[in-house]
């Protein structure tokens, strides 16, 4: 099992629950330091039940993690394979986002070799399961943060601009908006073409509202930064300021929720290998343990329920 990409509050939970329900189903477990590229370099170990214990409650990951270019090569992919086979490794478990999903599903066409996906990404953008692995922490560690930011607005009656992370998808900003009481969120997965900061402007600043918050997902064109500098030019009579969240959102110790999802994904992954699945990713959908190829989980756009933008709506009045 590696871990890969942005680290996620819970993937120490998720590695916890991979290793104990192997060896509880006659496995041996093996655990890969820094994601691919420790793959590639033969950065393995032979993980036993102790090796897990006290990690449940800790964030960040304990076989740490990184983004490596040398991996999407074939020639980085055939050191990987070669890995495999000299620790006698015939199935890996990944637990990642959509980038690290994605290299092993073409790991796994080129090396027949069965690879089994969690979704460990605090952006919840994974086609096919209703939550991923550190995203509630993440939505939870926004949520008193800009709890904290309202106290300043309100003192200073401003409008604060807050960047939260998300990369292509708004599910953090959207429902951290709700969680919040903000005024407005800012995403990426608004199409019909309008003017999202004008419909704000329009709709949040009323005689009756001295501040106003603003969540915004992150965007190297359309960040909190931009929206600022526009409502600076073009309402100069309003006080504002920008707060970027930042790394602080992947930090600390998981959620409950957390904790259960991924002990439950991981012990998901151990049954798919059971069970003969392959290429897989574990997801919940319902409340019920799925599996969704990886074509799917990353092919396809997660939609954003509409109802979430009608209730933000709705109570921003």
């Known amino acids: ?37 420790g793959l590639m370099n033969d950065e393995v170990k032979l993980f036993t039940t102790e090796d897990v214990s006290n990690i449940i409650q800790t964030g960040g990951t304990i076989l740490r993690t990184a983004r490596s270019e040398a991996f999407t090569t074939a020639a980085g992919r055939k050191r990987a394979y070669d890995t495999l086979q000299k620790e006698g490794i015939d199935a890996l478990i990944v637990i990642g986002g959509n980038g690290s999903l994605t290299g092993a599903m073409i790991l796994a066409e080129e090396y027949d070799i069965p690879c089994i996906g969690l979704p ?20 939870n560690t926004i949520m008193g943060c800009v709890d904290k930011i309202r106290d300043t607005a309100q003192s200073h009656e401003r409008i604060f ?16 908006a709700i969680a919040t009481g903000a005024e407005a969120a800012i995403i990426p997965e608004d199409s019909t073409g309008a003017d999202q900061l004008a ?21 190297p064109q359309c960040g909190a930064m931009h929206y600022a500098e526009r409502i600076k030019k073009e309402y100069p009579q309003y ?54 190829p ?24």
């Not at 680290?7 to 192997?22: E, F, L, Q, Y």
């Open 1 to 37: 099992m590696l871990t890969s990409g942005g680290d996620a509050p819970g993937m120490n939970a998720a590695i916890r629950s991979v290793t104990r329900s192997a060896i509880s189903n006659g496995f041996r477990v093996k655990g890969i330091y820094r994601g691919y590229e």
């Open 120 to 139: 460990g990404t605090i952006d919840n953008d994974l086609y096919g399961t209703d939550n991923t692995i550190g995203y509630d922490t993440t939505l």
């Open 161 to 176: 601009f807050i960047e939260v992370m998300g990369r292509d998808a708004g599910f953090l900003a959207q429902n951290s």
């Open 199 to 219: 419909l704000f402007m329009e709709r949040g600043i009323r005689k009756s509202k001295k501040s106003c918050m603003v969540i915004v997902s992150e965007s």
């Open 239 to 292: 006080d504002v300021r920008v707060s970027i969240l930042g790394h602080l959102q992947r930090g600390g110790s998981p959620s409950a929720i957390d904790r259960v999802l991924a002990s439950r994904m991981g012990v998901g992954a151990i049954d798919a290998l059971v069970k003969g699945q392959r290429n897989v990713m574990v997801g919940v959908r319902n409340n019920e343990i799925v599996y969704v």
């Open 294 to 317: 990886f074509v799917e989980a990353i092919g396809k756009r997660k939609p954003m329920d509409p109802q979430l933008i009608q209730v933000l709506d709705e109570l921003s009045i």
